[in-house]
């Protein structure tokens, strides 16, 4: 791998690992201020908001510029989201403001792995890199939930300016003033991401005819045999493992009776399964093979709907590894035939951009299928039954798509196949 990989992987590390600390600070911002259970729930599908508003325009943005000014920026509007959530935004529209950060930092961050690296090196780049953000997802959600513990928080708080008056009083805002640091020093490394010379692509003087270029893009990969399998996959994936986040927290509270900080700790349960599967993934799977996961999506659906019969951490432990293990060595392979098949249909931060709008679209819809049960009055145990069961049933149909397509389109398949075979080897 280049230099410029591993600085990329420092950038992302403490970028998304400042994102989870800050969910985790945020639900219990709300918590402590009264807020319904639906509010919190909520957080998820309004960070994927932006993804999915601004969709049309963020790869063609990311293509324009050289992709690490890109990552500057967007870190730049974490801290003004954060700043936001100090002066008294509510969490929901300050969270947002983060969301529309990530969601111009993504494209910026997949789309350089095409630059940096050949296709022969993009499983395991997207292992690495998959792992790493699963690993700092850990320690986010670990660290978020210590910082608005007390042993943490009341020393935060403890500190006085005699100067300055902050206005910082609870334990979750002393969380979001020490994440704020964190996202500027993912920011200090974005700056030292190497210049990978790559052609620009300016966007149009008239930005509404982006509009209809990313629609044929999308519909693009959709019409692809193996892009459109790979993205269901990919886009399913990722609507379960965003809400899955949230949905662990409110499972521990209603199964083992956890705090939020107790909670955090399963969270990070979680993936590091999902890290163990990403990296065995990264090198057991190759690109013309990746089609071959795709049964455990329905393996993970089936194991959601299980959590509601675990009320024993000692059981929970060994079962959440494994089911972050299932979606880890699900998703690498699977993104990184997406990667493959977008890069050659139509650039990659154009092929980053559509993949981000219909995950986070799943993200979204999936959020606000949860948090709408919730608010209906279904307890945490028939919302989280009734989430499971979407996702499986969604994962066969997915699959059975796939069986179809090798029916009808067999040569087609083949030869796309044969394609990636010949990048894994000679990229």
Not at 119 to 141: D, F, H, R, Y
Not at 394 to 421: F, G, K, S, Y
Request: charged content about 10%; aromatic content about 10%.
């Amino acid at each position: 791998m280049k230099r410029g990989f591993y600085t990329l992987m420092s950038a992302q590390f403490f970028s998304s690992l400042a994102d989870q600390a800050l969910f985790v600070a945020a639900v219990e911002l709300i918590k402590g201020s009264g807020g319904a259970e639906w509010q919190r729930a909520a957080l998820v599908p309004i960070f994927a908001l932006f993804y999915v508003i601004l969709a049309p325009w963020l790869g063609a943005f990311a293509d324009a510029f050289p992709k690490r000014n890109v990552m500057l920026a967007s870190n730049a509007i974490k801290v003004v989201g954060c700043l936001t959530m100090l002066m008294g935004v509510h969490p929901l529209m300050a969270y947002a403001i983060v969301g529309l950060g990530a969601a111009a930092y993504s494209p910026a961050k997949y789309g350089i792995l095409t630059e940096l690296l050949p296709a022969s090196q993009l499983v395991k780049a997207n292992g690495w890199i998959e792992g790493l953000t699963i690993a700092s997802i850990i320690l986010g959600i670990l660290l978020g939930g210590q910082l608005v513990g007390h042993a943490i928080s009341d020393r935060l708080l403890s500190v006085d300016f005699p100067i300055l008056e902050t206005g910082i009083d609870t334990a979750p805002e002393a969380a979001i003033f020490v994440l704020i640091f964190i996202y500027m020093l993912a920011a200090w490394f974005n700056t030292r991401i190497p210049l990978t010379g790559v052609e620009m692509r300016p966007m149009p003087k008239n930005p509404l005819e982006l509009v209809p270029d990313f629609w044929t893009c999308n519909s693009r990969l959709w019409r692809d045999k193996l892009g459109q399998i790979s993205l269901a996959t990919t886009t399913l994936f990722w609507g379960v493992s965003g809400n899955l986040r949230y949905i662990i927290l409110a499972w521990s509270a209603a199964a083992l009776g956890y705090s939020t900080t107790q909670a955090s700790s399963l969270g990070g349960v979680v993936a590091i399964g999902t890290a163990v599967g990403a990296v065995i993934a990264s090198v057991r799977m190759r690109l013309d093979t990746a089609t071959q996961v795709l049964p455990l999506g329905i393996v993970m659906g089936v194991l959601v709907v299980m959590m509601i019969f675990i009320h024993n951490v000692w059981v929970a432990a060994p079962f959440l590894i494994l089911m972050g293990g299932i979606g880890g060595y699900l998703v690498v392979p699977m993104n990184a035939l997406l990667q493959h098949r977008g890069h050659n249909l139509m650039g990659a931060g154009r092929s980053i951009a559509v993949q981000n709008f219909n995950e986070q679209a799943c993200i979204l819809g999936l959020g606000a299928f949860y948090s709408l049960s919730t608010g209906l009055g279904l307890s945490s145990f028939g919302a989280i039954t009734a989430f499971g069961s979407v996702v499986a049933v969604c994962m066969w149909l997915i699959m059975r798509w796939h069986q179809v397509n090798c029916v009808r389109n067999r040569e087609e398949i083949e030869h796309l196949l044969l394609l990636a075979r010949h990048d894994n080897v000679h990229g």
